[in-house]
C-alpha cells in the first residue's frame, strides 16, 4: 500500500515553479487565452480558478507518468497548483469517502480504474454535473450523466517472458491460452498470475467483464486454476515476475503499462487477444463537495482535450479519444470497452459478488485437487 502522505509531500513537487514553466509563467496576473473554440463564458471560469490557486486530484494513475501532463496543464494555467495524491484504488476510495463523510478537506477530482467504484461513486451523489466544452469529442461510451468522464481507453492484455513462452506457442485469443495451458500444465504450474478478484477491485472487473463476454471464460479458468495461479493485486508486480523469470505469464494486465515495460525490457512480450480484448477507462468526476470546483474542471477539460489526450499517449495511458494519434489502437471489431454507466453496480451488489467470489474459489480449490 502506498502511503498517502509520502505520496502526497511528493506530489507538491510536481505543482512548484522549478519543474515546469519559467518565472514569468508563474505571475497570476498575466492574461490566459482559452482554447479555441471554448465559450466566452470560459473566460469568467478561468479568472475563478486561478483565484482559487489549486486543484488537489486522487487518482491512481502513476504519478511519474502524470509529472508530464501535470506540467503540461501549469504552463498552460500558470498560478494553479496541482496536488497530486497518487493512491491505490481500494485506498483511494477509502480515503475519500471518509473525509467527505467527516466533512474535511478531501479531493477536487477523483479519478481511478476502478470503474465500478466511480460509478457507484457517482451514483450515491458524491460528484456533480459539468457539461464540459470536450465532451461532443468524445465516444458516447465514455460520458455518464455529465458527471462521470472516461478519460483513457486502456486495453487489457496477456504479458509473457519471450524465453520461457516461445514465439510459436504465443497464444493469440482466449482460446489459444486455455489450450496452452491444457497442454503444457506441468511446464506452468506456478508459473502464471492474475489479479485476486477478492483482493483488487479492477482483478474483479476485468475478470466479471471476461464471464460477461462469454461462458467460454470458465473453461478457461479451470485450465487456469489447474496451474495453481499465483493471485496478485498490482500490475507492477505482474510485470516484475514475469521480466525475472518467475512467471512465464501474466492473465488480464493492463496492456498500457505492460507496452511501457516491454518497450524498456526485451525480455517481456504483450499480446492483446483478437477474439475480444477488454478496454477500461479510468473515468474522472468532480467532487460535489470541491473546494476548487473552477479549478477542478479547467484541469479536467484538459484530460479531455487534444492536448491532454496527446500528454496522455506519451506517457503509457492510451487516449479515450480516437482524433487524438496514438502509437497503437486496436481494430474496431476487437476492441470491447467497457461504457461508462450504471450497469457497473452490478458489480458491486453484495450478494452478486460473493456468488461470484465463492464459484472463482470452487474453481481454484477443483484445480488444486487435478492430478
Not at 502524470?66 to 493512491?87: C, E, K, N, T, W
Not at 486496436?330 to 476492441?335: E, F, I, K, Y
Amino acid at each position: 500500500m502506498r502511503s498517502f502522505i509520502t505520496v502526497l509531500a511528493l506530489a507538491a513537487t510536481v505543482a512548484f515553479p522549478a519543474m515546469t514553466a519559467p518565472a514569468d509563467a508563474q505571475r497570476p496576473s498575466r492574461p490566459i487565452q482559452r482554447p479555441a473554440g471554448y465559450p466566452r463564458s470560459y473566460d469568467s471560469l478561468i479568472a475563478d480558478a486561478r483565484t482559487e490557486g489549486t486543484v488537489r486530484i486522487y487518482a491512481n494513475a502513476d504519478k511519474a507518468e502524470m509529472v508530464p501532463v501535470v506540467s503540461a496543464f501549469r504552463r498552460l494555467y500558470p498560478g494553479i497548483q496541482v496536488l497530486y495524491a497518487d493512491l491505490g484504488s481500494a485506498e483511494l476510495y477509502r480515503r475519500y469517502t471518509q473525509e467527505v463523510r467527516a466533512k474535511t478537506y478531501s479531493a477536487d477530482i477523483v479519478w481511478s480504474s476502478a470503474m465500478d467504484q466511480q460509478v457507484k461513486l457517482i451514483n450515491d451523489g458524491y460528484a456533480q454535473q459539468y457539461a464540459s466544452p470536450e465532451k461532443p469529442a468524445l465516444p458516447e461510451t465514455a460520458v455518464w450523466k455529465n458527471m462521470g468522464f472516461g478519460v483513457t481507453a486502456e486495453p487489457i492484455g496477456i504479458v509473457y517472458n519471450r524465453k520461457l513462452v516461445p514465439a510459436a506457442q504465443v497464444p493469440q485469443s482466449h482460446q489459444q491460452l486455455e489450450q496452452l495451458l491444457r497442454r503444457r500444465r506441468a511446464a506452468f504450474t506456478g508459473k502464471v498470475a492474475t489479479f485476486d478478484p477478492a483482493r483488487s477491485n479492477v482483478g474483479y472487473l476485468y475478470l466479471s467483464q471476461d464471464f460477461q463476454i462469454t461462458r467460454d471464460t470458465r473453461s478457461l479458468v479451470e485450465a487456469m486454476a489447474a496451474t495453481r495461479p499465483v493471485l496478485m493485486t498490482h500490475t507492477e508486480e505482474m510485470l516484475q515476475g514475469v521480466a525475472s523469470g518467475k512467471l512465464a505469464m501474466a492473465y488480464n494486465v493492463i496492456g498500457s503499462y505492460a507496452l511501457e515495460r516491454a518497450r524498456r525490457d526485451p525480455s517481456i512480450g504483450v499480446v492483446f487477444p483478437r477474439d475480444y480484448t477488454i478496454v477500461t477507462s479510468r473515468i474522472a468526476f468532480i467532487s460535489r463537495e470541491a473546494r476548487h470546483p473552477a479549478a477542478a474542471r479547467l484541469f479536467l477539460d484538459f484530460l479531455l482535450s487534444r492536448a491532454g489526450q496527446a500528454q496522455l499517449a506519451r506517457h503509457s495511458l492510451w487516449p479515450v479519444r480516437t482524433d487524438v494519434p496514438a502509437s497503437h489502437r486496436l481494430p474496431a471489431g476487437q476492441a470491447r470497452p467497457v461504457r461508462v454507466g450504471p450497469q457497473l453496480l452490478v458489480n458491486l451488489d453484495r450478494l452478486t459478488r460473493e456468488r461470484f467470489l465463492r464459484d472463482w474459489n470452487a474453481v481454484l480449490a477443483s484445480g488444486h485437487k487435478t492430478p
